[in-house]
Protein backbone atom coordinates (compact mmCIF):
# COMPACT_ATOMS: atom_id res chain seq x y z
CA UNK A 1 0.00 0.00 0.00
CA UNK A 2 1.59 3.60 -0.90
CA UNK A 3 1.64 6.01 1.34
CA UNK A 4 0.05 9.32 0.33
CA UNK A 5 2.70 12.66 -0.22
CA UNK A 6 3.50 14.92 2.33
CA UNK A 7 0.06 17.54 2.25
CA UNK A 8 -2.14 14.85 0.65
CA UNK A 9 -4.47 12.20 1.67
CA UNK A 10 -6.14 9.44 0.15
CA UNK A 11 -9.28 9.35 -0.73
CA UNK A 12 -11.37 6.83 -2.38
CA UNK A 13 -15.14 7.16 -4.33
CA UNK A 14 -17.30 5.16 -6.10
CA UNK A 15 -17.15 5.05 -9.50
CA UNK A 16 -19.86 6.68 -11.18
CA UNK A 17 -20.78 3.26 -13.16
CA UNK A 18 -21.48 1.90 -9.78
CA UNK A 19 -23.87 4.12 -8.08
CA UNK A 20 -25.78 4.39 -11.48
CA UNK A 21 -26.08 0.61 -11.82
CA UNK A 22 -26.98 0.27 -8.27
CA UNK A 23 -29.03 3.13 -7.40
CA UNK A 24 -30.76 4.05 -10.52
CA UNK A 25 -30.30 0.50 -12.67
CA UNK A 26 -33.88 0.78 -14.03
CA UNK A 27 -32.78 3.11 -16.49
CA UNK A 28 -28.98 1.48 -16.76
CA UNK A 29 -28.38 0.31 -20.20
CA UNK A 30 -26.98 -3.23 -21.03
CA UNK A 31 -23.08 -2.04 -20.43
CA UNK A 32 -24.03 -1.12 -16.52
CA UNK A 33 -26.36 -3.98 -16.42
CA UNK A 34 -23.22 -5.82 -17.30
CA UNK A 35 -20.75 -4.10 -15.02
CA UNK A 36 -23.07 -5.73 -12.17
CA UNK A 37 -23.55 -8.99 -13.22
CA UNK A 38 -20.62 -9.50 -15.32
CA UNK A 39 -17.91 -10.86 -12.61
CA UNK A 40 -20.89 -13.13 -11.39
CA UNK A 41 -21.76 -14.31 -14.45
CA UNK A 42 -18.03 -15.07 -16.42
CA UNK A 43 -17.20 -17.23 -12.84
CA UNK A 44 -20.65 -18.97 -13.23
CA UNK A 45 -19.53 -19.61 -17.16
CA UNK A 46 -16.07 -20.77 -16.54
CA UNK A 47 -17.30 -23.12 -13.77
CA UNK A 48 -19.69 -24.83 -15.89
CA UNK A 49 -17.38 -24.58 -19.15
CA UNK A 50 -14.34 -26.62 -17.56
CA UNK A 51 -15.38 -29.83 -17.60
CA UNK A 52 -16.24 -29.39 -21.18
CA UNK A 53 -12.21 -28.26 -22.29
CA UNK A 54 -11.76 -31.86 -21.46
CA UNK A 55 -9.57 -32.60 -24.76
CA UNK A 56 -7.62 -29.89 -24.68
CA UNK A 57 -7.03 -29.90 -20.52
CA UNK A 58 -6.04 -33.69 -20.26
CA UNK A 59 -7.56 -35.84 -17.48
CA UNK A 60 -5.07 -34.52 -14.92
CA UNK A 61 -5.88 -30.76 -14.70
CA UNK A 62 -9.95 -32.37 -14.50
CA UNK A 63 -9.17 -34.01 -12.08
CA UNK A 64 -7.42 -31.08 -10.51
CA UNK A 65 -10.67 -29.02 -11.20
CA UNK A 66 -12.64 -31.35 -9.21
CA UNK A 67 -10.42 -31.39 -6.07
CA UNK A 68 -10.23 -27.42 -6.32
CA UNK A 69 -14.54 -27.60 -6.39
CA UNK A 70 -14.19 -29.46 -3.55
CA UNK A 71 -11.55 -27.28 -1.42
CA UNK A 72 -14.17 -23.83 -2.88
CA UNK A 73 -17.30 -25.80 -1.24
CA UNK A 74 -14.97 -26.27 2.25
CA UNK A 75 -13.64 -22.66 2.50
CA UNK A 76 -17.22 -21.30 1.88
CA UNK A 77 -17.87 -22.96 4.74
CA UNK A 78 -15.40 -22.01 6.54
CA UNK A 79 -16.17 -18.58 5.83
CA UNK A 80 -19.89 -19.16 6.55
CA UNK A 81 -18.92 -20.24 9.76
CA UNK A 82 -16.62 -17.36 10.47
CA UNK A 83 -19.29 -14.87 9.74
CA UNK A 84 -21.16 -16.32 12.88
CA UNK A 85 -17.94 -16.02 14.96
CA UNK A 86 -17.35 -19.53 15.14
CA UNK A 87 -13.93 -20.03 13.74
CA UNK A 88 -12.66 -23.51 12.90
CA UNK A 89 -9.44 -25.10 12.92
CA UNK A 90 -10.72 -28.70 12.53
CA UNK A 91 -12.43 -28.51 8.84
CA UNK A 92 -11.91 -31.75 8.30
CA UNK A 93 -14.12 -33.12 10.39
CA UNK A 94 -16.66 -32.55 8.51
CA UNK A 95 -14.96 -33.33 5.32
CA UNK A 96 -13.96 -36.98 7.04
CA UNK A 97 -17.82 -37.36 8.60
CA UNK A 98 -19.34 -36.48 5.08
CA UNK A 99 -16.70 -38.98 3.69
CA UNK A 100 -17.41 -41.62 5.81
CA UNK A 101 -21.11 -41.40 5.95
CA UNK A 102 -21.35 -41.71 2.34
CA UNK A 103 -19.01 -44.38 2.48
CA UNK A 104 -21.43 -46.40 5.22
CA UNK A 105 -24.37 -45.76 3.40
CA UNK A 106 -23.25 -46.50 0.34
CA UNK A 107 -22.12 -50.22 1.00
CA UNK A 108 -24.28 -50.73 4.04
CA UNK A 109 -27.49 -49.64 2.86
CA UNK A 110 -26.41 -50.84 -0.51
CA UNK A 111 -27.64 -47.48 -2.06
CA UNK A 112 -27.17 -45.75 -5.27
CA UNK A 113 -23.83 -43.24 -5.52
CA UNK A 114 -25.85 -39.99 -5.42
CA UNK A 115 -28.67 -40.92 -3.04
CA UNK A 116 -25.33 -42.22 -0.61
CA UNK A 117 -23.63 -38.65 -1.49
CA UNK A 118 -26.76 -36.97 -0.75
CA UNK A 119 -27.79 -38.79 2.52
CA UNK A 120 -24.25 -39.28 3.82
CA UNK A 121 -23.26 -35.67 3.75
CA UNK A 122 -26.41 -34.53 5.48
CA UNK A 123 -25.62 -37.16 7.48
CA UNK A 124 -22.75 -36.03 8.70
CA UNK A 125 -23.44 -32.20 8.80
CA UNK A 126 -25.97 -33.31 11.23
CA UNK A 127 -23.56 -35.94 13.08
CA UNK A 128 -20.79 -32.82 13.17
CA UNK A 129 -23.98 -30.63 14.56
CA UNK A 130 -24.57 -33.09 17.31
CA UNK A 131 -21.43 -33.72 18.16
CA UNK A 132 -20.26 -29.92 18.39
CA UNK A 133 -23.53 -29.13 20.30
CA UNK A 134 -21.75 -29.74 23.83
CA UNK A 135 -19.76 -26.90 23.66
CA UNK A 136 -21.24 -24.81 21.74
CA UNK A 137 -21.35 -22.36 25.08
CA UNK A 138 -17.92 -21.89 24.06
CA UNK A 139 -16.94 -18.91 22.04
CA UNK A 140 -13.94 -17.32 20.10
CA UNK A 141 -10.34 -18.87 20.94
CA UNK A 142 -12.26 -22.32 23.44
CA UNK A 143 -14.24 -23.32 20.50
CA UNK A 144 -11.36 -22.90 18.27
CA UNK A 145 -9.48 -25.69 20.47
CA UNK A 146 -12.55 -27.40 20.55
CA UNK A 147 -12.64 -28.20 16.61
CA UNK A 148 -8.75 -28.46 16.52
CA UNK A 149 -9.43 -31.35 19.00
CA UNK A 150 -11.92 -32.95 17.42
CA UNK A 151 -10.36 -34.47 13.86
CA UNK A 152 -7.07 -35.18 15.71
CA UNK A 153 -9.45 -37.34 18.24
CA UNK A 154 -11.03 -38.92 15.65
CA UNK A 155 -8.25 -40.60 13.91
CA UNK A 156 -7.08 -41.95 16.97
CA UNK A 157 -10.20 -43.55 18.08
CA UNK A 158 -10.07 -45.08 14.03
CA UNK A 159 -6.65 -45.95 14.69
CA UNK A 160 -6.60 -47.77 18.09
CA UNK A 161 -10.31 -49.06 18.16
CA UNK A 162 -9.98 -50.08 14.76
CA UNK A 163 -13.62 -48.81 13.56
CA UNK A 164 -15.01 -47.97 10.43
CA UNK A 165 -12.15 -50.06 8.64
CA UNK A 166 -9.03 -48.79 11.12
CA UNK A 167 -6.09 -47.30 9.47
CA UNK A 168 -6.97 -49.23 5.99
CA UNK A 169 -10.12 -47.34 5.52
CA UNK A 170 -13.24 -48.21 3.95
CA UNK A 171 -12.50 -49.43 0.58
CA UNK A 172 -14.95 -50.03 -2.07
CA UNK A 173 -16.84 -46.84 -2.11
CA UNK A 174 -18.91 -47.21 -5.76
CA UNK A 175 -17.68 -44.25 -8.19
CA UNK A 176 -20.38 -41.52 -8.78
CA UNK A 177 -21.16 -41.47 -12.53
CA UNK A 178 -18.36 -40.09 -14.92
CA UNK A 179 -15.84 -37.50 -13.68
CA UNK A 180 -17.87 -34.41 -15.27
CA UNK A 181 -21.07 -35.79 -13.55
CA UNK A 182 -19.18 -35.18 -10.22
CA UNK A 183 -17.83 -32.09 -11.74
CA UNK A 184 -20.74 -30.63 -12.50
CA UNK A 185 -22.59 -31.97 -8.92
CA UNK A 186 -20.40 -29.86 -7.41
CA UNK A 187 -20.45 -27.71 -9.68
CA UNK A 188 -23.78 -26.89 -8.80
CA UNK A 189 -23.34 -27.07 -4.90
CA UNK A 190 -21.09 -24.73 -5.50
CA UNK A 191 -23.47 -22.15 -7.15
CA UNK A 192 -26.10 -22.45 -4.68
CA UNK A 193 -24.01 -22.28 -1.88
CA UNK A 194 -21.94 -19.13 -2.91
CA UNK A 195 -25.11 -17.43 -4.15
CA UNK A 196 -27.61 -19.22 -1.03
CA UNK A 197 -24.95 -18.82 1.73
CA UNK A 198 -24.38 -14.92 0.60
CA UNK A 199 -27.88 -14.22 0.44
CA UNK A 200 -28.89 -15.77 3.83
CA UNK A 201 -26.09 -13.68 5.13
CA UNK A 202 -27.55 -10.91 4.03
CA UNK A 203 -30.89 -11.41 5.19
CA UNK A 204 -32.72 -10.68 8.59
CA UNK A 205 -31.33 -14.20 9.18
CA UNK A 206 -27.74 -13.16 8.58
CA UNK A 207 -28.65 -10.09 10.67
CA UNK A 208 -28.79 -12.49 13.99
CA UNK A 209 -25.92 -15.00 12.77
CA UNK A 210 -23.66 -11.41 12.30
CA UNK A 211 -24.80 -10.12 15.51
CA UNK A 212 -23.65 -13.14 17.28
CA UNK A 213 -20.11 -12.77 15.94
CA UNK A 214 -20.14 -9.49 17.28
CA UNK A 215 -21.82 -9.62 20.48
CA UNK A 216 -23.40 -12.27 22.01
CA UNK A 217 -24.59 -11.50 25.32
CA UNK A 218 -26.68 -8.74 23.22
CA UNK A 219 -28.29 -11.31 21.14
CA UNK A 220 -28.90 -13.26 24.27
CA UNK A 221 -30.51 -10.37 26.04
CA UNK A 222 -32.43 -9.90 23.09
CA UNK A 223 -34.02 -12.71 23.97
CA UNK A 224 -32.75 -15.18 21.07
CA UNK A 225 -31.55 -18.78 21.95
CA UNK A 226 -28.16 -17.95 20.81
CA UNK A 227 -27.14 -21.89 21.39
CA UNK A 228 -29.89 -22.71 18.64
CA UNK A 229 -29.05 -20.97 16.17
CA UNK A 230 -25.21 -21.43 16.61
CA UNK A 231 -26.58 -25.18 15.84
CA UNK A 232 -28.33 -24.20 12.81
CA UNK A 233 -25.69 -22.34 11.93
CA UNK A 234 -22.67 -25.02 11.94
CA UNK A 235 -25.60 -27.68 10.59
CA UNK A 236 -25.79 -25.21 7.22
CA UNK A 237 -22.11 -24.36 7.13
CA UNK A 238 -20.67 -27.62 7.62
CA UNK A 239 -22.71 -29.27 5.22
CA UNK A 240 -20.34 -28.00 1.90
CA UNK A 241 -17.89 -29.69 3.07
CA UNK A 242 -19.29 -32.58 4.10
CA UNK A 243 -20.46 -32.93 0.28
CA UNK A 244 -17.09 -32.27 -0.88
CA UNK A 245 -15.96 -35.12 1.29
CA UNK A 246 -19.03 -37.85 0.02
CA UNK A 247 -18.12 -36.79 -3.60
CA UNK A 248 -14.33 -37.12 -3.02
CA UNK A 249 -14.96 -40.45 -1.41
CA UNK A 250 -16.80 -41.60 -4.60
CA UNK A 251 -14.00 -39.99 -6.51
CA UNK A 252 -11.17 -42.12 -4.77
CA UNK A 253 -13.46 -45.15 -4.20
CA UNK A 254 -11.64 -45.09 -0.38
CA UNK A 255 -12.40 -43.25 2.44
CA UNK A 256 -9.76 -43.41 5.21
CA UNK A 257 -7.83 -41.29 7.91
CA UNK A 258 -6.87 -38.88 5.79
CA UNK A 259 -9.68 -37.57 5.50
CA UNK A 260 -9.28 -36.11 9.23
CA UNK A 261 -5.81 -35.16 7.53
CA UNK A 262 -4.89 -31.61 8.49
CA UNK A 263 -4.31 -30.85 5.06
CA UNK A 264 -8.21 -30.43 4.85
CA UNK A 265 -8.63 -28.25 7.62
CA UNK A 266 -5.82 -25.74 6.87
CA UNK A 267 -6.58 -25.59 2.76
CA UNK A 268 -10.09 -24.05 3.32
CA UNK A 269 -8.49 -21.93 6.47
CA UNK A 270 -5.68 -20.19 4.02
CA UNK A 271 -8.10 -19.78 1.23
CA UNK A 272 -10.81 -18.04 2.92
CA UNK A 273 -8.34 -15.74 4.71
CA UNK A 274 -6.39 -15.13 1.66
CA UNK A 275 -8.69 -14.29 -0.94
CA UNK A 276 -11.35 -12.40 1.97
CA UNK A 277 -12.61 -13.33 4.71
CA UNK A 278 -16.50 -12.34 5.53
CA UNK A 279 -17.04 -13.31 2.21
CA UNK A 280 -18.43 -16.31 -0.06
CA UNK A 281 -16.78 -15.42 -3.12
CA UNK A 282 -13.59 -14.03 -1.72
CA UNK A 283 -13.34 -17.92 -0.03
CA UNK A 284 -14.15 -19.62 -2.98
CA UNK A 285 -11.47 -17.73 -5.08
CA UNK A 286 -8.90 -18.29 -2.63
CA UNK A 287 -9.48 -21.91 -2.79
CA UNK A 288 -9.64 -21.44 -6.63
CA UNK A 289 -6.04 -20.04 -6.55
CA UNK A 290 -4.27 -21.98 -3.77
CA UNK A 291 -5.77 -25.63 -5.30
CA UNK A 292 -3.78 -25.25 -8.72
CA UNK A 293 -0.46 -24.36 -6.64
CA UNK A 294 -0.54 -27.35 -4.22
CA UNK A 295 -1.20 -29.44 -7.31
CA UNK A 296 1.88 -27.64 -8.61
CA UNK A 297 3.74 -28.21 -5.37
CA UNK A 298 2.65 -31.74 -5.26
CA UNK A 299 6.46 -33.14 -5.61
CA UNK A 300 7.51 -31.32 -1.92
CA UNK A 301 5.00 -33.55 -0.07
CA UNK A 302 4.13 -31.64 3.75
CA UNK A 303 6.32 -28.99 2.62
CA UNK A 304 3.17 -27.95 0.95
CA UNK A 305 1.32 -28.22 4.29
CA UNK A 306 4.37 -25.67 5.51
CA UNK A 307 3.59 -23.05 2.33
CA UNK A 308 -0.05 -22.51 2.96
CA UNK A 309 0.67 -22.08 6.33
CA UNK A 310 3.42 -19.28 5.67
CA UNK A 311 1.01 -17.85 3.05
CA UNK A 312 -1.53 -17.77 5.67
CA UNK A 313 0.58 -15.69 8.17
CA UNK A 314 1.58 -13.52 5.37
CA UNK A 315 -2.08 -12.88 3.78
CA UNK A 316 -2.95 -12.13 7.35
CA UNK A 317 -0.18 -9.61 8.03
CA UNK A 318 0.16 -8.26 4.63
CA UNK A 319 -3.44 -8.70 2.84
CA UNK A 320 -5.45 -8.59 6.09
CA UNK A 321 -8.67 -7.95 3.63
CA UNK A 322 -8.21 -10.46 1.66
CA UNK A 323 -7.33 -10.30 -2.34
CA UNK A 324 -10.56 -10.76 -3.39
CA UNK A 325 -12.06 -8.06 -1.19
CA UNK A 326 -8.93 -5.55 -2.38
CA UNK A 327 -9.94 -6.72 -6.40
CA UNK A 328 -13.30 -6.00 -5.93
CA UNK A 329 -12.57 -2.44 -3.89
CA UNK A 330 -10.41 -1.79 -7.19
CA UNK A 331 -13.68 -2.59 -9.65
CA UNK A 332 -16.00 -0.81 -7.74
CA UNK A 333 -14.07 2.22 -6.19
CA UNK A 334 -11.24 4.88 -7.61
CA UNK A 335 -8.77 6.29 -5.72
CA UNK A 336 -6.80 9.49 -5.93
CA UNK A 337 -4.78 12.31 -3.59
CA UNK A 338 -6.92 15.24 -2.76
CA UNK A 339 -4.66 18.05 -0.34
CA UNK A 340 -5.38 17.86 2.87
CA UNK B 1 -3.64 -53.48 45.68
CA UNK B 2 -0.19 -53.51 43.95
CA UNK B 3 -2.49 -52.64 40.83
CA UNK B 4 -4.07 -49.69 42.58
CA UNK B 5 -0.95 -47.92 43.83
CA UNK B 6 0.76 -48.19 40.46
CA UNK B 7 -1.67 -46.71 38.88
CA UNK B 8 -1.76 -43.48 41.03
CA UNK B 9 2.21 -44.00 41.07
CA UNK B 10 1.94 -43.51 37.17
CA UNK B 11 -1.26 -41.29 36.96
CA UNK B 12 1.41 -38.93 39.22
CA UNK B 13 4.16 -39.46 36.66
CA UNK B 14 1.51 -38.82 33.80
CA UNK B 15 0.13 -35.57 35.60
CA UNK B 16 3.61 -34.58 35.71
CA UNK B 17 4.15 -35.17 31.69
CA UNK B 18 0.69 -33.16 30.96
CA UNK B 19 1.45 -30.18 33.39
CA UNK B 20 4.81 -29.38 32.09
CA UNK B 21 3.31 -29.82 28.55
CA UNK B 22 0.49 -27.59 28.89
CA UNK B 23 2.15 -25.14 31.47
CA UNK B 24 4.21 -23.09 28.67
CA UNK B 25 0.38 -22.61 26.71
CA UNK B 26 -1.39 -22.06 29.79
CA UNK B 27 1.02 -19.06 30.84
CA UNK B 28 1.02 -17.45 28.46
CA UNK B 29 -2.68 -17.59 27.72
CA UNK B 30 -3.20 -16.47 31.20
CA UNK B 31 -0.86 -13.66 31.34
CA UNK B 32 -1.52 -11.55 28.10
CA UNK B 33 -4.37 -13.46 26.81
CA UNK B 34 -2.55 -15.01 23.77
CA UNK B 35 -3.45 -17.93 22.51
CA UNK B 36 -0.11 -19.21 21.49
CA UNK B 37 -1.32 -22.05 19.27
CA UNK B 38 2.03 -22.54 17.87
CA UNK B 39 2.80 -24.27 21.22
CA UNK B 40 3.17 -27.73 19.96
CA UNK B 41 5.35 -26.87 17.38
CA UNK B 42 7.51 -25.08 19.86
CA UNK B 43 8.03 -27.96 21.87
CA UNK B 44 9.16 -30.03 19.51
CA UNK B 45 11.55 -27.94 17.56
CA UNK B 46 13.47 -27.38 21.27
CA UNK B 47 13.18 -31.07 21.15
CA UNK B 48 15.37 -31.11 17.93
CA UNK B 49 17.43 -28.36 19.04
CA UNK B 50 18.49 -29.88 22.04
CA UNK B 51 19.13 -33.33 20.16
CA UNK B 52 21.02 -31.59 17.45
CA UNK B 53 23.03 -30.34 19.81
CA UNK B 54 23.80 -33.03 22.14
CA UNK B 55 24.19 -35.75 19.22
CA UNK B 56 25.88 -33.76 16.89
CA UNK B 57 27.74 -31.19 18.33
CA UNK B 58 28.11 -33.09 21.30
CA UNK B 59 27.47 -30.63 23.71
CA UNK B 60 26.91 -31.55 27.62
CA UNK B 61 24.02 -32.80 28.34
CA UNK B 62 22.77 -30.11 30.40
CA UNK B 63 24.38 -27.07 28.43
CA UNK B 64 22.01 -28.52 25.15
CA UNK B 65 19.36 -28.69 27.37
CA UNK B 66 19.66 -24.95 28.14
CA UNK B 67 20.61 -24.34 24.56
CA UNK B 68 17.15 -25.95 23.88
CA UNK B 69 15.47 -23.90 26.45
CA UNK B 70 17.17 -20.34 25.12
CA UNK B 71 16.21 -21.14 21.12
CA UNK B 72 13.00 -21.72 22.24
CA UNK B 73 13.20 -18.64 24.00
CA UNK B 74 14.04 -16.61 20.92
CA UNK B 75 11.40 -18.21 19.06
CA UNK B 76 8.84 -17.16 21.30
CA UNK B 77 10.38 -13.19 20.97
CA UNK B 78 9.81 -14.01 17.37
CA UNK B 79 6.95 -15.53 16.95
CA UNK B 80 5.25 -11.99 18.91
CA UNK B 81 7.06 -9.48 16.82
CA UNK B 82 6.13 -11.33 13.29
CA UNK B 83 3.46 -13.02 13.81
CA UNK B 84 0.76 -12.03 16.68
CA UNK B 85 1.88 -8.22 16.85
CA UNK B 86 0.69 -7.58 13.28
CA UNK B 87 -2.73 -9.28 14.45
CA UNK B 88 -2.22 -8.17 18.07
CA UNK B 89 -6.08 -8.15 19.49
CA UNK B 90 -7.85 -9.47 16.69
CA UNK B 91 -8.29 -12.52 18.61
CA UNK B 92 -9.31 -15.03 16.29
CA UNK B 93 -6.71 -13.59 13.56
CA UNK B 94 -4.58 -14.54 16.45
CA UNK B 95 -5.58 -18.26 16.64
CA UNK B 96 -5.11 -18.40 12.61
CA UNK B 97 -1.86 -16.73 12.61
CA UNK B 98 -0.07 -18.66 15.70
CA UNK B 99 -1.89 -22.31 14.57
CA UNK B 100 -0.32 -21.73 11.12
CA UNK B 101 3.29 -20.71 12.38
CA UNK B 102 2.98 -23.93 14.42
CA UNK B 103 1.74 -26.39 11.77
CA UNK B 104 4.06 -24.98 9.47
CA UNK B 105 6.76 -25.86 12.03
CA UNK B 106 5.93 -29.18 12.52
CA UNK B 107 5.21 -30.07 8.87
CA UNK B 108 8.73 -28.56 8.07
CA UNK B 109 10.16 -31.18 10.34
CA UNK B 110 8.23 -34.04 8.57
CA UNK B 111 9.19 -33.06 5.79
CA UNK B 112 12.76 -32.79 6.52
CA UNK B 113 12.45 -36.25 7.53
CA UNK B 114 13.05 -36.29 11.05
CA UNK B 115 10.92 -39.10 11.97
CA UNK B 116 13.29 -42.08 12.72
CA UNK B 117 14.64 -43.86 15.78
CA UNK B 118 17.94 -42.17 15.98
CA UNK B 119 15.96 -39.07 16.98
CA UNK B 120 15.73 -39.23 20.99
CA UNK B 121 17.01 -37.67 24.48
CA UNK B 122 18.46 -39.27 26.75
CA UNK B 123 17.17 -39.38 30.20
CA UNK B 124 17.84 -36.80 32.88
CA UNK B 125 18.93 -39.26 35.46
CA UNK B 126 19.99 -42.42 34.44
CA UNK B 127 19.18 -45.38 36.92
CA UNK B 128 15.57 -46.69 38.52
CA UNK B 129 14.35 -46.55 42.28
CA UNK B 130 12.11 -48.95 44.03
CA UNK B 131 9.55 -47.63 46.17
CA UNK B 132 8.06 -50.42 48.11
CA UNK B 133 7.13 -52.76 45.88
CA UNK B 134 7.05 -50.69 42.64
CA UNK B 135 10.30 -49.78 40.36
CA UNK B 136 10.29 -46.89 38.86
CA UNK B 137 12.61 -45.36 36.81
CA UNK B 138 14.66 -42.27 38.45
CA UNK B 139 14.08 -40.15 35.59
CA UNK B 140 10.01 -40.52 35.83
CA UNK B 141 10.81 -39.08 39.29
CA UNK B 142 12.87 -36.38 38.48
CA UNK B 143 10.06 -35.17 36.06
CA UNK B 144 7.63 -35.19 38.69
CA UNK B 145 10.12 -33.39 40.45
CA UNK B 146 10.84 -31.05 38.00
CA UNK B 147 6.89 -30.16 37.45
CA UNK B 148 6.35 -29.73 41.32
CA UNK B 149 9.61 -27.13 41.44
CA UNK B 150 8.81 -25.44 38.32
CA UNK B 151 5.05 -25.01 39.39
CA UNK B 152 6.37 -23.65 42.55
CA UNK B 153 8.64 -21.30 40.70
CA UNK B 154 5.86 -19.83 38.57
CA UNK B 155 3.55 -19.40 41.41
CA UNK B 156 6.73 -17.53 43.07
CA UNK B 157 7.93 -15.23 39.97
CA UNK B 158 4.10 -14.13 39.91
CA UNK B 159 3.99 -13.09 43.34
CA UNK B 160 7.28 -12.14 44.51
CA UNK B 161 9.11 -10.54 41.16
CA UNK B 162 8.52 -7.07 39.52
CA UNK B 163 7.75 -8.81 35.98
CA UNK B 164 6.01 -11.02 37.22
CA UNK B 165 3.62 -8.55 39.04
CA UNK B 166 3.05 -6.86 35.88
CA UNK B 167 2.13 -9.57 33.54
CA UNK B 168 -0.82 -10.27 36.64
CA UNK B 169 -1.52 -6.67 36.34
CA UNK B 170 -1.87 -6.65 32.65
CA UNK B 171 -4.13 -9.93 32.51
CA UNK B 172 -6.12 -8.27 35.76
CA UNK B 173 -6.85 -4.90 34.79
CA UNK B 174 -5.20 -3.65 31.31
CA UNK B 175 -6.07 -0.29 30.84
CA UNK B 176 -5.17 0.34 35.13
CA UNK B 177 -1.55 -1.18 34.45
CA UNK B 178 -1.25 0.42 31.40
CA UNK B 179 -1.69 3.74 33.20
CA UNK B 180 0.81 2.24 35.65
CA UNK B 181 3.30 2.62 32.63
CA UNK B 182 3.41 -1.18 32.43
CA UNK B 183 4.71 -1.65 28.53
CA UNK B 184 2.29 -3.50 26.86
CA UNK B 185 4.63 -5.37 23.66
CA UNK B 186 7.36 -5.71 26.51
CA UNK B 187 5.38 -7.60 29.08
CA UNK B 188 3.41 -9.53 25.90
CA UNK B 189 7.36 -10.65 24.61
CA UNK B 190 7.75 -11.99 28.14
CA UNK B 191 4.72 -13.92 28.47
CA UNK B 192 5.28 -15.50 25.30
CA UNK B 193 9.02 -15.83 25.46
CA UNK B 194 8.27 -17.32 28.68
CA UNK B 195 5.30 -20.04 27.43
CA UNK B 196 8.01 -21.16 25.01
CA UNK B 197 10.75 -21.19 27.08
CA UNK B 198 8.30 -23.67 29.47
CA UNK B 199 7.58 -25.69 26.61
CA UNK B 200 11.14 -26.26 25.76
CA UNK B 201 11.69 -27.19 29.80
CA UNK B 202 9.19 -29.52 29.22
CA UNK B 203 10.43 -30.83 25.71
CA UNK B 204 13.79 -31.50 27.80
CA UNK B 205 12.15 -33.47 30.69
CA UNK B 206 9.18 -35.37 28.83
CA UNK B 207 10.90 -36.38 25.37
CA UNK B 208 13.17 -38.33 27.03
CA UNK B 209 10.21 -40.71 27.52
CA UNK B 210 9.98 -41.64 23.88
CA UNK B 211 10.89 -40.79 20.47
CA UNK B 212 11.00 -37.37 19.24
CA UNK B 213 8.24 -37.78 16.93
CA UNK B 214 5.88 -34.68 14.86
CA UNK B 215 2.45 -36.65 16.48
CA UNK B 216 3.75 -35.45 19.95
CA UNK B 217 3.57 -31.38 19.07
CA UNK B 218 -0.50 -31.80 18.24
CA UNK B 219 -0.70 -34.14 21.05
CA UNK B 220 0.87 -31.39 23.53
CA UNK B 221 -1.70 -28.74 22.38
CA UNK B 222 -4.47 -31.20 22.78
CA UNK B 223 -3.19 -31.85 26.25
CA UNK B 224 -2.80 -27.46 26.76
CA UNK B 225 -6.18 -27.75 25.44
CA UNK B 226 -7.65 -29.76 27.89
CA UNK B 227 -5.93 -28.74 30.59
CA UNK B 228 -6.54 -25.18 30.31
CA UNK B 229 -10.37 -26.11 29.62
CA UNK B 230 -10.54 -27.99 32.83
CA UNK B 231 -8.12 -26.28 35.04
CA UNK B 232 -9.06 -22.53 33.65
CA UNK B 233 -6.10 -20.29 33.15
CA UNK B 234 -6.31 -18.09 36.09
CA UNK B 235 -4.95 -20.56 38.57
CA UNK B 236 -2.12 -22.36 38.84
CA UNK B 237 -3.83 -24.30 41.22
CA UNK B 238 -6.71 -25.06 38.70
CA UNK B 239 -4.12 -26.10 36.17
CA UNK B 240 -2.30 -28.97 38.77
CA UNK B 241 -5.79 -30.10 40.00
CA UNK B 242 -6.86 -30.76 36.17
CA UNK B 243 -3.56 -32.11 35.57
CA UNK B 244 -3.77 -34.88 38.29
CA UNK B 245 -7.07 -35.88 37.60
CA UNK B 246 -6.80 -36.48 33.99
CA UNK B 247 -2.99 -38.18 34.41
CA UNK B 248 -4.86 -41.08 36.94
CA UNK B 249 -7.71 -40.66 35.08
CA UNK B 250 -6.16 -41.73 31.54
CA UNK B 251 -3.67 -44.39 33.48
CA UNK B 252 -6.46 -45.95 34.86
CA UNK B 253 -8.51 -46.21 31.83
CA UNK B 254 -5.28 -47.01 29.65
CA UNK B 255 -4.87 -50.07 32.29
CA UNK B 256 -8.94 -50.80 32.55
CA UNK B 257 -10.19 -50.16 29.13
CA UNK B 258 -6.89 -50.86 27.17
CA UNK B 259 -4.29 -48.03 25.83
CA UNK B 260 -6.15 -46.74 23.11
CA UNK B 261 -9.41 -45.41 25.66
CA UNK B 262 -6.75 -42.68 27.09
CA UNK B 263 -6.94 -40.03 24.21
CA UNK B 264 -10.44 -40.01 24.79
CA UNK B 265 -10.48 -39.14 28.26
CA UNK B 266 -9.58 -35.26 27.61
CA UNK B 267 -12.65 -35.30 25.07
CA UNK B 268 -14.89 -36.32 27.45
CA UNK B 269 -13.18 -34.67 30.37
CA UNK B 270 -13.45 -31.21 28.12
CA UNK B 271 -17.37 -31.82 27.40
CA UNK B 272 -18.15 -32.38 30.90
CA UNK B 273 -16.35 -29.86 32.44
CA UNK B 274 -18.11 -27.60 29.86
CA UNK B 275 -21.30 -28.97 30.45
CA UNK B 276 -21.11 -28.73 34.13
CA UNK B 277 -18.67 -26.36 35.01
CA UNK B 278 -17.91 -23.72 32.13
CA UNK B 279 -15.39 -21.69 33.98
CA UNK B 280 -13.17 -24.85 34.55
CA UNK B 281 -13.22 -26.56 38.20
CA UNK B 282 -11.48 -23.76 39.64
CA UNK B 283 -12.28 -20.80 37.68
CA UNK B 284 -14.19 -18.08 38.36
CA UNK B 285 -16.90 -15.90 37.17
CA UNK B 286 -14.97 -13.25 35.11
CA UNK B 287 -13.47 -16.42 33.23
CA UNK B 288 -16.98 -17.52 32.69
CA UNK B 289 -18.16 -14.64 31.09
CA UNK B 290 -15.26 -14.72 28.50
CA UNK B 291 -15.71 -18.11 27.56
CA UNK B 292 -19.44 -18.86 27.26
Not at chain 1, 57 to 67: H, K, R
Not at chain 2, 124 to 136: K, M, R, W, Y
Amino acid sequence: MRTAPAGYRRERLDRGIKVRSEDVFVLAGWGELLYRAGPRLAATVLLLVFPLLRPWTGEYWQTVFLVALAMMLAAVSWAFLENVGLVSLGHSLFFGAGGYLTALVALELRAPALVAVLVGSLAGSLTCALLLAPVLRLRGVYFSLVTFALPLLFSRIIEATKILGGTEGIVGVPGLGSLAARQYLLVAALLAAVFGLQRLLDSDYGLVLHAIRDNDVGVRASGIAVGRWKLAAIAVGSLPTSLAGGVLATHYHVVGMSAFALDYSVLPLTAAVLGGPGTMAGAAVGAALLVPVSELLRAFGTLRVVAYCALLVAALVAVPEGLFSLARRRYYQFERWVPV
Amino acid sequence: MSEVLSVLLYGLVQAAVLLLVALGFSVTFGLSGIPNFAHGGVYILSGFVCWYLLRKLGWPHLLAAAGGVAVAAVVGVLLYWLVIRPVRRLVLAEVIATFAAGVAMLELFRWMGLVTYEFNLPPVVAGSVTLGELAVDAHRLAVVAAAAGLGLLLWWFGRATRTGLALRAMAQEEYTALSLGIREDFMATVSVALGSALAAVAAVLVLPLGLISINLGYDAMLVALALTVVGGTERTAGLVLAALLLGVATVAASVVLGPHWSEVIYLAAIVAVLAVRPSGILGRLKELEERV
